[in-house]
């Protein structure tokens, strides 16, 4: 969640979720949030929390057993100066590199406002063919945090449509789910999901954005091991007469 407005920087527990929260600006702006299911988490062994509009944790999938590294992040408006924009990547780039060397076997997954547009014309594997927009400035630097950090944007590499629309009318793709490209493999679906309303009147306003990864769980990915161990390789040739 990019914008909780919560008044203050709070961790909350709850039956089905876990909330991690930054406070909002003193305008009560951002507030960015994590919300993590209580079934399938465990508990963070780190909470970095950077600023109103990024914070990221370590924490473990349970049923994979896979270490996670998860970013929620809100980008300036671009219609920003460049120099706060930029603030706000080396901030990002700054607090991912250090959270990458404290857990160098993690994938990051990155949920990221990024009031920007993005189209391959970056020059980025991580950066898909559907839906293809003029770069803006934004979107060249959220370029360089997928090459920097050899992540990929999955929404970009499906027909998932706008994230973004406008009051106007104007619709547009500036929310984006990234994650490594090693996880990035295991994609098996990304849309928005217009079943879920996030306010009640007729203004600007962000989809919500679902993104699917098939990830074996930790006693399949035993088993496919100790089977590999079982093979004999002398039974698998052809016998030589």
């Known amino acids: 969640m990019q914008e909780?407005?919560?008044?203050?920087?709070?961790?909350?527990?709850?039956?089905?979720y876990n909330m991690y929260a930054m406070a909002a600006t003193p305008g009560g702006q951002y507030g960015v949030q994590i919300w993590l299911s209580s079934q399938k988490f465990e508990k963070p062994t780190a909470i970095r929390p950077v600023s109103s509009r990024i914070i990221m944790l370590a924490c473990k999938h349970k049923p994979s057993n896979?270490?996670?590294?998860?970013?929620?992040?809100?980008a300036p408006i671009e219609a920003s100066a460049h120099n706060v924009k930029e603030k706000y990547h080396d901030d990002l780039h700054s607090n991912?590199?250090?959270?990458?060397?404290?857990?160098?076997?993690?994938?990051?997954?990155?949920?990221?406002?990024?009031?920007?547009?993005?189209?391959?014309?970056?020059?980025?594997?991580?950066i898909g063919q559907c839906e293809a927009a003029r770069t803006t400035d934004n979107g060249r630097l959220l370029a360089a945090t997928l090459n920097e950090f050899q992540l990929s944007a999955t929404n970009t590499f499906y027909k998932a449509g706008p994230t973004f629309a406008h009051a106007k009318g104007n619709k547009r793709r500036i929310d984006y789910v990234v994650v490594s490209?090693?996880?990035h493999k295991h994609a098996s679906s990304c849309y928005v999901d217009h079943r879920?309303?996030?306010?009640?009147?007729?203004?600007?306003?962000h989809h919500v954005t679902t993104a699917e990864y098939v990830l074996h769980s930790a006693n399949a990915q035993k088993q496919s091991r100790r089977a590999d161990k079982k093979i004999d390789i002398k039974k698998t040739k052809d016998p030589v007469k």
Do not use: F, W
């Open 4 to 16: 909780g407005r919560a008044r203050q920087e709070h961790t909350s527990t709850g039956a089905s």
């Open 66 to 74: 896979r270490g996670l590294i998860v970013v929620s992040g809100h």
């Open 96 to 126: 991912l590199r250090n959270m990458c060397m404290s857990y160098p076997n993690y994938d990051v997954v990155l949920l990221t406002d990024a009031n920007g547009t993005i189209g391959p014309a970056e020059g980025s594997s991580g």
């Open 181 to 183: 490209d090693r996880l």
């Open 196 to 205: 879920i309303m996030l306010n009640t009147c007729d203004k600007d306003d």
